[in-house]
């Protein structure tokens, strides 16, 4: 057995919620002494270049999750032209809807419907169309925005486990990104359709919206579906959530996008060129 496949198997009888909840209350710790080790830590293993950031000095966050979530130069990002990256990370696939499934890796796929919480009819207007994977690894800027400017018709919560999102995980748990806590968000866009799907993970506190604050974790209970009456209009670029502690963007379009000659497994940044409208 590979450490990849035991290191997916020894979460499945883990608390994941709970696990996340110690971690986010550590996170939001505002001792001094403790958040500023734990942010110098944090840079050092993981080489965060504090030059981009608004603010370059860690010891000006309130706490770690301020740290994590930081702000960047408005120089630090371009917004590139067509479709682009909502987040730093890693491609990890992207391509067309077959029969309405998405690839997770090689040999794995999940289905739209499951994803989106278990609607059809939601689903349906993907089938013929685009999606992309974007994974964030603890290194990364954690703050997500629009790949295509959109107006938020629809949020749905829906409850899930919390497996790690990382490549073994993704390698070895079927169904991954229909099985974890997300939130869906459906906007409509200019090119049809487009839904922003933000997974939790594993060690995640949160996931947060720029028009709602702080979404999860909620308590207990099944799927939550709210309807905005009132527009919510976001250009292409602009933030749109956050996650408290890494995870993974799923993109899915009602059109077909003819993606640039890219690889799976790429490194891109938020605001990077990834292709256009087929």
């Known amino acids: 057995m590979t450490l990849a496949k035991l290191f997916s198997l020894i979460q499945y ?13 550590l996170a939001d710790c505002r ?22 950031a608004l603010d370059p000095d860690p010891s000006n966050y309130p ?30 696939q992207f391509g067309r809807l077959e029969h309405g499934r998405l690839i997770q890796a090689k040999g794995r796929d999940f289905s ?3 994803l989106l919480g278990g609607d059809p009819e939601a689903a349906e207007r993907y089938q013929d169309g685009s999606f992309a994977t974007v994974y964030l690894s603890p290194s990364d800027y954690h703050r997500v925005h629009m790949p295509l ?11 899930g486990r919390l497996f790690s999102v990382n490549a073994a995980t993704t ?23 487009m839904a922003l799907v933000l997974v939790g993970a594993m060690i995640v ?31 292409k670029g602009a933030e749109m959530g956050r996650f408290k502690l890494g995870s993974t963007v799923v993109m899915a379009f009602a ?10 497994e790429q490194k891109v940044q938020m605001g990077e060129r990834l292709g256009d409208v087929d």
Request: proline share 10%; with cysteine.
């Open 13 to 25: 009888p883990l608390p994941h919620h709970l696990l996340s909840r110690l971690v986010g209350r």
């Open 31 to 52: 001792l001094p002494w403790l958040k500023d080790a734990l942010i110098r830590a944090f840079i050092r293993q993981f080489r965060v270049d504090m030059r981009e």
């Open 63 to 92: 706490s770690f999750n301020a740290f994590f979530t930081r702000p960047l130069k408005d120089t630090a990002r371009p917004i590139g032209e067509g479709l682009v990256s909502p987040a730093d990370g890693t491609l990890s």
């Open 112 to 114: 739209a419907t499951d």
């Open 149 to 159: 400017a959109g107006t938020l018709r629809e949020m749905v919560y829906v409850p």
């Open 171 to 193: 390698h070895h748990v079927p169904n991954l990104f229909a099985r974890n806590e997300r939130l869906v968000c459906h906007f409509d866009t200019e090119h049809g359709p």
């Open 205 to 235: 506190a949160a996931i947060e919206t720029v028009w709602a604050g702080q979404i999860t974790p909620l308590p207990r209970g099944g799927v939550q579906r709210i309807r905005f009456d009132t527009p919510v209009l976001l250009e």
């Open 255 to 264: 059109e077909p996008m003819d993606f640039d000659a890219l690889t799976p």
